[in-house]
């Protein structure tokens, strides 16, 4: 492991726990990204006291929704994309259970009274809608169920844990589209689906990484419908303004996936990444990428970078978000998340940020990092924030905090927001731009001599 940088602040268990963490992300030879999706899909047992309901959301028959959501996304920059079909949403709904485990996902036919007993158990309103991360190609409910478990545990509320299509076989932005349908299937489900129709100031929006990305791209969605006329939905007329959840909680928000912002390079110290190995052309093939012709992202194209939905630090409108809890390590995505942070809270948004030092990307849920005293900090303030949401703790007020929390001894301390180290946003759409273009040349270098391909 001596090709990577040591910090000089981690302890010596820390540091074996993230060198292993490294180790696996960089391993040779790397599985293909078929064997990664299988991998992340597969079942994994429960451990605890809890009900897990395994329900699907049925796509609308009506094709307003997704009009709403191209018309946003056209609206909002221009995008070379495929359009997404509609499609079903495969969900996880889970909660607490006094007795014991309960696993409902296949044993019982009648998922309405599963849900039913799992919401009795529940003690708060509180429905927590969580979207993974992985980089918009891995992940799922199945594998996030440590933490969505922990959610739930510690809330006392419901989790409904959203499976959405991923890349390459999807990309962008079918995944926006399918969280879309889940939150609005949450406030007008459709007669078959098996939950109540759910009041959204009692939902808040939860996930991490790519995860938080789409859910802030639904929210910006949301934003943009006051001037829109109604949709159809599930026989349902929705008028517009869609309301907005009670808050959204996101964990290492990238509001930057290309690599362009100095804390990429600046924090490289304290994460888990080198460079990222499945964006090299000679990475192993497999049915599902490269594509056919090849893109330069798993996710889009090249050019797709610089609409906000992809790079989020790029989004200039966020009046009318709900109070916003963002943490985030000390790591290497950590300029384009506050960026929206930053964004947002001069826009008169309730804005609350947590940077735990030396902590690399989504440590909460690394092997060994889960079980620091860091990450119970982090999930105990993360559900804490969604209660108060839901509890009108944050009605009529705008506040800005910021906290940091030092490594060594896990003390959490407010710090000023505002750092003159930060970059500008001229100086984030600047670098954007100029990191693109890097992106296209150099994926022109090494396709063209190949195959067309498709920046």
Not at 50 to 78: C, K, M, N, W
Not at 101 to 122: F, G, H, P, Q
Not at 300 to 327: D, I, N
């Amino acid at each position: 492991m001596a090709r990577f940088p040591r910090s000089k602040v981690w302890d010596k268990a820390t540091q074996q726990k993230v060198d292993a963490v490294r180790a696996f992300v960089h391993r040779h030879p790397q599985p293909t990204i078929s064997a990664i999706q299988n991998a992340n899909a597969r079942e994994r047992p429960l451990k605890g006291p809890f009900r897990l309901v395994q329900d699907t959301l049925p796509a609308p028959t009506e094709d307003d929704v997704r009009q709403l959501l191209l018309r946003t996304i056209s609206d909002l920059g221009e995008v070379e994309y495929d359009p997404p079909d509609l499609a079903s949403v495969p969900v996880e709904w889970i909660g607490r259970e006094v007795e014991g485990v309960v696993d409902t996902s296949a044993a019982s036919s009648n998922k309405r009274c599963d849900l039913e007993r799992l919401t009795y158990d529940c003690t708060t309103d509180l429905t927590i809608l969580h979207v993974h991360g992985g980089a918009y190609f891995h992940g799922s409910p199945e594998f996030y169920r440590s933490t969505t478990f922990q959610l739930a545990s510690l809330s006392g509320g419901r989790v409904v844990s959203v499976k959405y299509r991923l890349s390459p076989q999807h990309p962008f932005p079918a995944a926006i589209l399918d969280v879309l349908i889940v939150y609005l299937s949450l406030l007008y489900p459709s007669p078959s689906s098996a939950h109540r129709p759910v009041d959204p100031s009692h939902i808040v929006f939860a996930g991490d990484s790519a995860g938080g990305i789409l859910l802030c791209c639904v929210m910006q969605t949301l934003l943009h419908t006051m001037s829109h006329a109604p949709v159809r939905f599930h026989s349902k007329t929705i008028s517009f303004p869609i309301p907005v959840p009670a808050g959204i909680a996101i964990l290492s928000l990238p509001g930057d996936l290309n690599q362009s912002l100095p804390s990429y390079e600046a924090n490289r110290v304290n994460d888990l990444f080198l460079d990222l190995p499945w964006s090299h052309p000679d990475y192993p093939s497999c049915a599902i990428w490269p594509t056919k012709p090849p893109r330069a992202d798993l996710y889009c194209l090249a050019r797709s970078f610089l609409h906000p939905f992809v790079s989020l630090a790029l989004a200039k409108t966020w009046a009318g978000t709900p109070p916003m809890w963002l943490a985030s390590g000390e790591e290497q995505c950590v300029d384009g998340g506050k960026a929206v942070a930053r964004r947002a809270a001069l826009q008169g948004v309730n804005v609350t940020w947590t940077q735990f030092e030396a902590m690399p990307h989504c440590f909460v849920s690394l092997p060994g990092l889960n079980h620091s005293r860091q990450a119970e900090i982090l999930m105990a303030k993360w559900v804490a924030f969604c209660k108060e949401c839901v509890n009108g703790t944050f009605r009529g007020q705008q506040s800005v905090k910021a906290f940091k929390v030092n490594f060594k001894d896990a003390r959490e301390l407010p710090v000023e927001f505002q750092n003159p180290g930060d970059p500008s946003f001229d100086d984030i759409e600047r670098m954007i731009h100029a990191r693109v273009q890097d992106v296209e040349r150099l994926f022109q270098e090494e396709w063209g001599k190949r195959i067309p391909a498709k920046i």
